[in-house]
């Protein structure tokens, strides 16, 4: 291994801890007279000192006490779910080239078809539903990429005083509101009512507030794209919004599900081998069903990268995020009807409610 490599090496550590490499004085650490294993040792303990999560190595993972085990998964985990996103990100455009797997083709076609018609101009807006981890925000992005038209992107919680202002900045441009709380109050909605609508664009804000940086009205020119995981029931506000634009909603089935996910497997990722691969995929198949409430194409990766990390432990990890409904569970492996009222003290009307949900052999 050569300086080169051990820089490269070191470098990475800056990246995973978003810090700035050059803060570190590379050159002056690295010592020429001992091996590029030895100067590798040596820089770990310097980093150590200088970044906040320095991974482990194995033999140092075998002795650390349970608790800081235990820190130091959690670390993992988190780092490992924003890699997931990108790896799978990565995977669907690998797919989309290759043109091989026709369920993924199939349950995009429509969404980006949607998209595209906000992009150049024959829609003013766009609801997509869908559970976390199907692509959502990858599908809508491509397709306003694929047609050349430039927008902006916002996601995570927002005020509506924020989510007022933020539309204002942006009221000529194509913007994607991904999972965005907007239904959490009639104030946003009644906003997005107003950007959307046929005639008249003009949104209002009213308010005391001294934090109010725009004008209190104005007139939207733009569009707007709204991804939602659950699409609520007996909204009225979010109706009306509806109404206003393009809908659709992303959803696979359990069966789809894991056909797409040993697809997926099929792509060449990081060290990890065929055998590694079918063994991952495998276990979430034995492992899962119609009852687990978060089985996304995502979390392949995301266990892909438990597996990377702790080759001994990665079940207990890949264990403790899948989610179980206990009463849907209860029903697929074969609780009666009266048996399951007295379990859940839930109705009938309820238990068949959820039969009626999935396919019980």
């Known amino acids: 291994m050569k300086k080169e490599d051990v820089k490269k090496w070191c470098n990475k550590f800056f990246i995973d801890n978003d810090k700035d490499f050059e803060l570190f004085d590379f050159e002056s650490e690295y010592d020429e007279k001992v091996s590029a ?6 820089l770990r303990a310097k980093l150590k000192e200088f970044l906040p999560t320095i991974p482990k190595t194995k033999k140092e993972a075998e002795i650390m006490p349970k608790e800081q085990y235990e820190e130091l998964v959690i670390q993992e985990i988190t780092k490992a779910e924003k890699q997931a996103t990108l ?35 024959n829609a003013k807006g766009f609801i997509l539903y869908g559970e976390a981890g199907l692509g959502k925000s990858y599908t809508i992005m491509r397709a306003f990429r694929e047609c ?52 008249s664009r003009i949104v209002c804000y009213n308010t005391s507030s001294s934090k109010l940086r725009v004008p209190n009205r104005f007139i939207f020119e733009g569009t707007i794209c709204l991804l939602l995981n659950d699409k609520p029931k007996n909204n009225e506000n979010l109706k009306a919004v509806e109404s206003r634009v393009l809908n659709h909603e992303l959803r696979l089935n359990y069966q789809d599900k894991i056909k797409i996910i040993f697809e997926l497997a099929k792509q060449n990722y990081k060290s990890l081998t065929e055998e590694d691969k079918n063994k991952i995929v495998n276990w979430i198949k034995e492992n899962t069903s119609e009852a687990t409430k978060n089985l996304n194409l995502r979390v392949l990766f995301l266990i892909y990268e438990m597996y990377l990390f702790d080759k001994n432990n990665w079940e207990k990890m890949a264990k403790k995020i899948l989610i179980t409904d206990e009463y849907l569970e209860m029903i697929i492996q074969g609780v009666g009807c009266d048996e399951w009222c007295e379990i859940s003290g839930k109705g009938r009307a309820t238990y068949f409610r959820y039969k009626k949900s999935i396919k019980v052999s």
């Open 148 to 199: 050349k038209k430039e927008f902006v992107y916002l996601s995570g919680h927002i005020t509506p005083l924020e989510l007022y202002q933020y539309l204002f900045t942006h009221r000529k441009e194509n913007i994607i509101l991904d999972d965005v709380n907007v239904l959490d109050n009639e104030i946003n909605l009644n906003m997005l009512k107003s950007c959307l609508n046929d005639n």
């Open 87 to 121: 790896e799978f990100e990565k995977a669907l455009r690998k797919i989309e080239k290759d043109k091989t797997t026709t369920i993924i083709e199939d349950m995009y076609f429509i969404p980006k078809q949607f998209a595209k018609m906000v992009a150049n101009g």
């Open 37 to 42: 294993e030895e100067n590798k040792v040596q």
